[in-house]
């Protein structure tokens, strides 16, 4: 995706923005599945102003004249068909989920984030993640893990480095975090939770303690379809 960091002619932003207008006044029609085709150069434009749209729908975006590669965005991150991690849209935060499929993170994608990550939280499928070549030069202290088995793998990977690996907490109730010198940052939440008020209560603290919660990670409610903030 060498289009991440292209300067783009007067005609080339006219014709993006052409295309943004396009997609959105199709937005309702498009269905579940469909394929967005867009040249190379406006490959990163397009995707960085459409999040939303690529994020919640069953969308994918292909680049014209290319080799037909498909890209998803999911919790900020463009990943190719075949689960390579190539970009991330969003900066200035030092958490990254990577998203179920991901088997790859390029060192590409993380050029320009390398101060900014500091704890990578891999996929929630639980397969094994190909990193060690994104964070030979980056800021990542941490890296958590769903399974034992994306836990070695990492450990194998990042062997006499600094980088710490640490497997997320699950509690009986279903939820998924971990925690920090601040505070517990929640990674997932039960499928069918209906209401949640900001807090955590003793979802997630032991009975008795209280439960700090600092932080929501991208995607944690993505499988709620009933939920209410209360």
């Known amino acids: 995706m060498g289009a991440m960091s292209s300067m783009m002619?007067?005609?080339?932003?006219?014709?993006?923005?052409?295309?943004y207008d396009a997609v959105r006044e199709q937005y309702d029609n498009l269905?579940?599945?469909s394929t967005i085709s867009v040249p190379l150069e406006l490959l990163n434009g397009f995707v960085a102003a459409n999040q939303?749209?690529?994020a919640n729908r069953d969308l994918n975006v292909?680049?014209?004249g290319g080799s037909g590669t498909n890209y998803f965005?999911?919790?900020?991150v463009v990943m190719s068909g075949d689960g390579n991690v190539e970009g991330i849209l969003y900066h200035g935060k030092n958490a990254l989920y990577l998203p179920k499929g991901a088997l790859r993170l390029s060192k590409m994608a993380m050029d320009g984030h390398a101060e900014d990550i500091t704890t990578l939280v891999l996929p929630a499928d639980g397969k094994p993640v190909d990193l060690k070549e994104a964070l030979a030069e980056s800021a990542v202290r941490t890296v958590y893990c769903y399974?034992?088995?994306q836990a070695a793998s990492v450990t194998e990977q990042l062997g006499g480095t600094s980088i710490t690996v640490s497997m997320l907490t699950y509690t009986e109730h279903g939820?998924?975090?971990?925690?920090t010198t601040e505070g517990i940052v929640l990674v997932a939440v039960?499928?069918?939770?209906?209401?949640?008020?900001?807090?955590?209560?003793?979802?997630?603290?032991?009975v008795n303690e209280a439960s700090a919660l600092i932080a929501i990670a991208d995607g944690a409610f993505a499988q709620c379809s009933q939920l209410q903030w209360v």
């Open 62 to 64: 292909t680049v014209s």
């Open 175 to 179: 939820y998924i975090y971990y925690e």
């Open 9 to 19: 002619t007067s005609s080339a932003r006219q014709s993006l923005q052409s295309a």
């Open 52 to 54: 939303e749209l690529l």
């Open 31 to 33: 269905k579940d599945g």
């Open 190 to 206: 039960p499928p069918d939770l209906t209401t949640f008020d900001g807090t955590l209560g003793e979802a997630v603290a032991p």
């Open 147 to 149: 399974t034992a088995e």
């Open 73 to 76: 965005v999911q919790n900020g």
